[in-house]
């Protein structure tokens, strides 16, 4: 059975380097090429409390791994490598501090944000995901956008202030005087993260000294979940990349509108609005040209098969089979697109008879998918040009 592993990062939450002894190293069961390594003490942070592990390398003369998870059980810290160690030798571990600092500034800003929250609206953080993209919480009561945008503004207004974040194991009996936060039940030993002044947590990962060193924190996304408000926030440089791709986004989108960012969403609308006039004039055409071909057609024809413009909208289709059904005997068919992709279709008939009937003939001989009731059925349709389609009208039996 491995000893306990000895957890460098929580006091040295900003070593980036250490030396350790192999305990054991066998192959990964769910991996080929793998090893799980337990080492007497490390720098690696695990994968625990809703943030993702530290990555980095361990290396033992000239052998050198990539550690590319790290997960704990109890009080032991496997790390997978993609390297063999002997047990028994001595290592030297490195740690991404890039990835770790980031880790930190994230999960600090985590908690100030739900020492807010709590202290405002007394809603406990009920979810939390520290993952390499984004933060998530989930919180147990509802957060307007207004509500969000002041505890935003409170949280940068904690970070411009630069209190201490403090992390220590009180004493059971030093516990039990300290009104924290916590996700569960806890047994053991207790990490106690307080940041002066906005929360008291109980937490196991590695986070800043200061809350200067978070550097900005921004809500990217909110939404009603479970009864409760899931948030998404960026911090640190993370928050920084987010907001400069944004503001790219932005001045290229206003380049492109010959206009200035504040005057974008006017000019949107005015497109958007623009846009609706053109497709209900187009929608318009499309109706007076599917009515003349209608009024073309021979009286003698009872089965109708009619092909419109690939654009067609789908309202306008329908309402001119309807036309069709009303005139003629048999069934009414109008197809839209081309034969190269496909058609979309509407078949319409009278009371009494079945338009799944001829769809049934089409689904014979092509690749069709749709259906409906008996006065209408609708689909789509690949593998036959308009003469195929045609003769299946042409030729089927009322």
């Known amino acids: 059975m491995n000893s306990k592993t000895i957890k460098l990062y929580d006091e040295k939450p900003y070593e980036t380097e250490f030396e350790a002894t192999v305990i054991s190293c066998e192959p990964s069961e769910k991996e080929a090429g793998k090893y799980i390594v337990v080492l007497d003490k490390t720098l690696f942070f695990p994968e625990e409390g809703g943030q993702t592990p530290d990555k980095g390398f361990i290396a033992a003369s000239d052998e050198k791994a990539i550690v590319s998870d790290v997960q704990i059980k109890g009080d032991v810290i496997y790390h997978e490598t993609d390297k063999p160690f002997d047990v028994g030798a001595k290592v030297k571990g490195e740690i991404d501090f890039v990835h770790r600092f980031s880790n930190m500034q994230q999960h600090s800003g985590e908690h100030i944000f739900s020492g807010i929250v709590n202290k405002k609206f007394g809603y406990d953080n009920v979810g939390f995901h520290l993952s390499d993209s984004v933060v998530t919480m989930d919180y147990s009561g509802p957060i307007s956008k207004e509500e969000l945008a002041e505890i935003e503004l409170l949280v940068n207004k904690a970070i411009y202030e630069n209190v201490p974040i403090n992390a220590e194991y009180p004493s059971k009996e030093e516990l039990e005087k300290i009104d924290y936060r916590s996700k569960k039940e806890l047994i053991g030993d207790v990490r106690i993260v307080t940041v002066e002044g906005y929360d008291v947590c109980a937490c196991c990962a590695p986070h800043v000294r200061t809350t200067g060193e978070i550097g900005i924190l921004k809500v990217i996304t909110s939404q009603n979940y479970k009864g409760g408000t899931r948030v998404s926030i960026l911090c640190g440089r993370r928050a920084?990349?987010?907001?400069?791709?944004?503001?790219?986004?932005?001045?290229?989108?206003?380049?492109?509108?010959?206009?200035s960012w504040e005057s974008i969403p006017d000019q949107f609308k005015k497109q958007q609005d623009e846009i609706a006039q053109l497709k209900r004039a187009l929608s318009d055409a499309g109706e007076k040209i599917l009515e003349s071909e209608i009024q073309k057609l021979p009286e003698s024809i009872q089965n109708v098969c009619l092909f419109a413009d690939k654009e067609s909208d789908p309202n306008v289709v329908r309402r001119s089979v309807n036309k069709l059904v009303q005139t003629r005997e048999g069934y009414c068919g109008i197809f839209w697109g081309n034969d190269t992709e496909g058609y979309r279709f509407i078949i319409g008939c009278r009371q009494g008879m079945n338009s799944n009937d001829i769809l049934n003939e089409l689904k014979k001989k092509y690749q069709v998918r749709g259906g409906g009731a008996p006065a209408m059925v609708q689909g789509s349709l690949t593998g036959a040009g308009e003469d195929d389609i045609r003769n299946v009208f042409e030729n089927h039996n009322m």
């Open 240 to 259: 920084l990349e987010y907001l400069a791709k944004e503001h790219d986004m932005i001045t290229e989108l206003a380049n492109d509108l010959s206009t």
